[in-house]
């Protein structure tokens, strides 16, 4: 059975609507000029300076990146395009203040709406069973205008720093706003360009290490950002499908994500408005062999054959008691912070540690790598597994685990590591391909403090100490004029009390005396406290 016919109808009126811009913005960040003067500050619109200054939005600024000791998996310094990022690119960026963020400052910090980016906003993302039939014909038709949308925010480098002549010769391409983060995905994981010696495999930015659910809460999240800025809607969020206990993949049929092909069980159902999607940056050997990087061209059909895997080494999808399981892990990360690592909470959801006791396999896939493996097409394969639209859904759950892991431990910053992991998954590394910049510990909070939760999750959450203190902030604002003016008869009526008081007061004889000490004066050493998550 096919999508319903609104949903193909809603696609094609939303295409219709669209007309290709080749103003493609950072523009300023990707001509020849930008790249020898190193710099990424952006004019905004708004006011007409750099980063949004005139407005007090922000101010271009030199990165500083904090120099801290990786581990051993990476022996190279300055062979990769990636090290220290983004200086190689760029020494200066815009650096936004308050509540604004964005490549030039003219956007609103996750959590934040408003002409003046003053207004607190918690969205929530649902359950995709839990979609009203016109949220999901909202969805599908999103994901289809992002896939044929050129992005009007960035474009995808098409050569390393050293291939564009350090520069000079600038080598960019327009991509769609659903590809773009296909290349985003590609580009934090793929193997480092060594020249004539070839490639070095053992690297990833994103994965196998600390920063992996950094990582991956920013990158959805800028996602969903995206492709709200896309349809003008900021009301809009990303669905997750929650796979515990799954048996089969249930989101595998044509009204979600695409059934299996009639004749080829490799390929989506032709009912599938996704069977038609080409992938990107899947020819991984191939890039390595020619030495180039992804450019974006249109590379075949999405793959995906769910349920045939290699059942030695993903025998089922996740259950419920191995999530669970992960859970009651205490500790985030544990030496040597990678695939290696035992009880780690990180390594056992990113599935390189068995779900039942936490002890790192190489040879077993787990709860998140168990789901890209049971996929058996496009979603196995690291470098393009964001072709496939299910990765939305999938990393939006593992994001939920995440949040439930931070509610119910609550741990310090500090307990993220800040050296000895693998390069780029440091406390203060700031995570690759991400212009404007962020660093991995600003997203090891909690998901209200970013502006969005989960359905599921929303009822056991009670309202932060801020969110009471703002509530109750608003409303005495709109009641001030009233507050004062009760403020001012208080002290007149006390003021006359007191007065009765201490002449009624004088007429007794006060014979005895007896000093009370305060039970003030304890001294409370060693406490730290934290902001409630």
């Known amino acids: 059975m096919g999508p319903p016919q609104d949903v193909v109808l809603l696609s094609l009126c939303l295409l219709s609507l669209y007309r290709v811009s080749l103003q493609q913005f950072p523009r300023a960040c990707t001509s020849a000029d930008a790249l020898r003067k190193k710099e990424c500050c952006p004019v905004w619109d708004g006011d007409g300076s750099r980063c949004g200054e005139l407005s007090g939005r922000g101010s271009c600024e030199d990165v500083i990146v904090i120099s801290v000791p990786h581990g051993t998996r990476f022996p190279f310094s300055g062979v990769d395009d990636r090290e220290n990022w983004p200086r ?28 003046s980016c003053a207004e607190p906003r918690v969205s929530i993302r649902k359950n995709i069973f839990d979609l009203t039939p016109a949220e999901k014909n909202q969805f599908f038709a999103y994901l289809n205008l992002a896939k044929y949308t050129i992005s009007q925010t960035y474009q995808i480098a098409t050569g390393t720093y050293a291939q564009m002549n350090n520069g000079s010769n600038p080598m960019f391409r327009d991509v769609s706003v659903y590809d773009l983060f296909v290349w985003m995905h590609y580009y934090t994981s793929r193997d480092a360009l060594l020249g004539e010696p070839g490639v070095w495999p053992d690297i990833d930015f994103a994965h196998e290490g600390p920063g992996f659910l950094t990582w991956h809460r920013a990158y959805i999240l800028l996602w969903e950002n995206e492709l709200r800025k896309t349809v003008n809607n900021y009301n809009f969020t990303i669905p997750y499908w929650d796979w515990r206990d799954s048996e089969t993949c249930t989101v595998c049929i044509d009204e979600l994500m695409g059934g299996r092909h009639y004749a080829n069980p490799n390929l989506l159902s032709l009912a599938s408005i996704f069977s038609t999607w080409q992938v990107v ?10 030495g180039v990087l992804c450019d974006g061209s249109p590379e075949g059909p999405i793959l995906r054959n769910p349920g045939n895997q290699d ?35 990180r390594n056992t959801l990113e599935g390189f540690a068995n779900p039942n006791d936490g002890i790192a396999n190489a040879s077993q896939s787990g709860l998140h790598n168990a789901l890209h493996i049971y996929m058996n097409g496009s979603m196995s394969q690291v470098g393009g597994s964001a072709n496939d639209p299910i990765f939305l859904l999938h990393h939006a759950f593992i994001d939920s685990i995440y949040e439930q892991w931070l509610r119910r431990h609550q741990p310090l910053q500090m307990t993220f590591p800040a050296a000895n992991t693998p390069i780029g998954h440091s406390r203060d590394y700031y995570m690759v391909p991400f212009i404007p910049a962020y660093r991995n510990i600003e997203f090891f909070v909690s998901a209200r403090e970013l502006g969005y939760d989960y359905e599921y999750l929303v009822q056991s959450v009670p309202p932060s100490i801020s969110e009471i203190v703002s509530f109750y902030l608003q409303e005495a604002w709109h009641i001030w004029p009233w507050l004062l003016s009760a403020g001012v008869v208080g002290c007149l009526v006390t003021a006359l009390t007191s007065c009765i008081l201490i002449q009624s007061c004088k007429k007794k004889e006060i014979s005895t005396f007896e000093e009370r000490q305060p039970l003030l004066n304890e001294e409370y ?5 934290q902001t409630s998550i």
Do not use: I, W
């Open 88 to 115: 190689v690119f760029y020494n200066r960026t815009c650096r936004c203040d308050s509540n604004f963020m964005g490549v030039h400052c003219g956007e609103c910090r996750f959590g934040f709406g408003g002409a």
């Open 311 to 345: 059942r030695n080494r993903t025998p089922k999808l996740p259950s419920s008691l191995e999530v669970e399981f992960c859970l009651s892990l205490t500790e985030y990360e544990t030496p040597p912070f990678d695939k290696f690592a035992n009880y780690s909470f």
């Open 525 to 529: 050493q060693g406490v730290t406290y």
């Open 281 to 290: 940056c899947t020819k991984l050997e191939d890039y390595n062999r020619r």
